[in-house]
């Protein structure tokens, strides 16, 4: 199939995202032209953020006659806070932030936590939807550290770095174990395969 002349939105209110975003798809030398879109989407409280991605999918599909995607992430704490932040994780950051986190959690400062991303994806010449997934595993840091990233970068050890937290990795060190970076491939991989079928 002929991707060459695709336009692909990236539906984001996040400039700095998009930059990162295509950025990636640069180095990976796909040939579609990404833009980004900045329209208002409606955002669920839900349980998972596959659902989140999916409702805002679809909460702007028709406004948009072309491939688009958006993407939704969240931080998962294990113990003691069962899985919080997640869906609410940009609320929590707003509002008790880091600080917050680490107080909450207290004794049990260096609990396993996670990322998760969902890149839900509407692709408009096979009018389907799909959906893209990314996760990286790691602990709490015991205080915050570094000055790079954002969001609850300075307070996540990536078990694959296990000395450094996000925010004390390079913008690319970050991408290469990203969850962002990981459903981000995987929704290259896909327009790559599709171009040569
Ligand atoms: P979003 O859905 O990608 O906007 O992510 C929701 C919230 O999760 C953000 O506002 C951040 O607080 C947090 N978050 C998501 N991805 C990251 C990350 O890579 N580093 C740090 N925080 C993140």
Redesign the pocket.
């Known amino acids: 199939m002929q991707i060459e002349n695709l336009i692909l939105y990236f539906v984001t209110g ?1 400039k700095s ?1 998009f930059n990162e975003v295509l950025k990636i798809f640069h180095t990976q030398k796909v040939k579609v032209t990404l833009q980004q879109l900045n329209i208002e989407t409606v955002e669920i409280q839900a349980d998972n953020i596959e659902d989140v991605a999916l409702f805002k999918l679809n909460s702007v599909k028709d406004k948009i006659n072309r491939s688009f995607f958006i ?5 998962f704490v294990d113990k003691p806070l069962k899985g919080f932040p997640g869906v609410f ?2 609320y929590v ?1 707003k509002t008790i932030g880091n600080e917050g986190i680490l107080r909450l959690i207290d004794d049990f400062r260096g609990s396993r936590a996670h ?1 998760s ?1 969902v890149i839900a994806f509407y692709f408009k010449p096979l009018d389907k939807i799909l959906i893209f997934e990314g996760g990286v595993r790691g602990k709490v840091s015991k205080e915050m550290r570094g000055t790079k ?5 300075p307070i ?1 050890i990536p078990d694959l770095i296990p000395n450094k937290t ?1 925010s004390e990795l390079t913008s690319q060190e970050k991408n290469q174990i ?3 970076g990981q459903a981000i491939r995987k929704l290259i991989s896909f327009l790559k395969k599709i171009s040569k079928e």
């Open positions: 996040n995202k993407e939704d992430a969240g931080f994780s940009s950051f990322f991303a990233g954002f969001g609850f970068d996540f996000f990203s969850h962002s």
